[in-house]
């Protein structure tokens, strides 16, 4: 199918698979079509793909192969972390997370409490960030898990997780972070000395690679429980038939974003920066969200005084310009997104946001374009707002 050439500034959603991603995925989808869990040569040639995949997402991570577990996605993997720490003591059934988390935390946490679980939630300062002394008080004998995320779909905003971990190992509980916007963007080691990091998540389909395909980090210390139980694959941790094709381009994207690494500190935060300021220098009343200092490279969520987002997201979809607003649209209604909410802005600001994350297929013909285009947008919509 043809289509118009787009401005993709949505990198948070879903990233563009890069084409070397893909080349190396091919074989395993035409070839090599082989059950990795086969006891034959052609068996053994998918076995020894996933092996080589599992280490390239440890080097990206900084850990040891063995505590990798291929999952579909980093919905499955933080649902895993949660229901593994939670089936480990049955007098420790309390969770503590933040109300800036992404659904597949927040739903599951709800409906954990529906079923009798005890959830704490924590709130944000209006930068988005956590405060710590909050999180060490809520901590409990029967904290079964916390769980933050590393950095915010939304805002990119990132927590300041090697102290948060350090917090809840010496309070003697389960430490889970959703990195599934923080790896490939910034520099992750879990095996320094300073991480007491027990579980973690990550997702292909951010990472440049499919989507359907996901991570879970569970250090070598830590117990834990399968989610999926069933023909043993995954070293006993995750049952079901390994999707190859898509973990070995997972690994392949792992091993591109460390290579990537300081060209996304670089250039990409380079296209942010110039994007952000231009906006603000050329749009009165306009405000980022969240704090500027310490967030992702390629992030940035701005509010527009005197707009409804959806209207700039359907204007901006007819000129091939793609991003995402601070709200979701649901059954006809907006709902203020929680996150925005959650760092104590009006409904009227969180309304009247925009997400625009960048990735290293970004150009700044791309900036050009849409810094084109966005400001006569927002000045059409405040006109029709104010004759109305």
């Not at 503590?96 to 935390?105: D, F, M």
């Not at 980090?217 to 117990?223: A, D, L, M, Q």
Request: aromatic content about 6%; glycine content about 6%.
């Amino acid at each position: 199918m043809k289509r118009e050439p787009i401005i993709y500034l949505d990198n948070n959603a879903t990233t563009q698979v890069d084409p070397a991603v893909v080349e190396e995925m091919m074989p395993f989808l035409t070839e090599f079509y082989g059950n990795p869990s086969s006891a034959y040569s052609f068996g053994k040639i998918a076995e020894q793909a996933l092996e080589k995949s599992r280490e390239r997402v440890a080097m990206l991570l900084g850990c040891e192969p063995r505590e990798i577990i291929f999952t579909s996605c980093g919905t499955e993997s933080n649902n895993a972390a949660i229901t593994s720490a939670l089936s480990l003591d049955p007098d420790r059934q309390h969770i503590i997370t933040t109300r800036v988390e992404h659904s597949a935390i927040t739903k599951h946490c709800e409906a954990l409490a529906k079923r009798g679980i005890e959830v704490t939630w924590l709130g944000v300062d209006e930068r988005g960030q956590l405060d710590l002394h909050e999180l060490e008080r809520a901590i409990r004998p029967d904290t079964a898990i916390v769980s933050t995320m590393w950095a915010n779909n939304e805002t990119g905003v990132l927590f300041p997780i090697e102290e948060i971990a350090a917090i809840v190992h010496k309070k003697k509980a389960i430490f889970h972070t959703d990195a599934v916007q923080a790896v490939g963007k910034i520099p992750i080691n879990l095996a320094s000395a300073h991480s007491h990091i027990n579980f973690l998540s990550v997702s292909g389909h951010k990472l440049h690679c499919p989507k359907g395909v996901g991570v879970l980090y569970v250090n070598r210390r830590t117990r834990f429980n399968p989610y999926l139980i069933g023909g043993g694959q995954e070293h006993g941790k995750r049952a079901g038939t390994e999707n190859v094709a898509s973990i070995v381009g997972f690994g392949k994207a792992c091993k591109l974003a460390g290579e990537n690494m300081e060209h996304e500190n670089s250039f990409v935060r380079g296209l942010r920066d110039d994007f952000e300021n231009r906006v603000l220098e050329t749009i009165a009343d306009a405000q980022v969200n969240g704090d500027r200092e310490h967030r992702l490279p390629n992030t940035t969520s701005i509010a527009f005084d005197g707009i409804e987002s959806e209207a700039v997201l359907m204007l901006l979809d007819k000129a091939h310009i793609c991003c995402s607003a601070g709200s979701a649209c649901t059954t006809g209604s907006i709902h203020p997104s929680h996150v925005l909410k959650a760092m104590g802005f009006s409904t009227e600001r969180a309304r009247g946001s925009l997400r625009f994350s960048f990735s290293r297929f970004n150009t700044m013909t791309d900036v050009e374009k849409a810094l084109h285009v966005l400001p006569q947008i927002i000045a059409k919509l405040r006109q029709m707002m104010a004759v109305a």
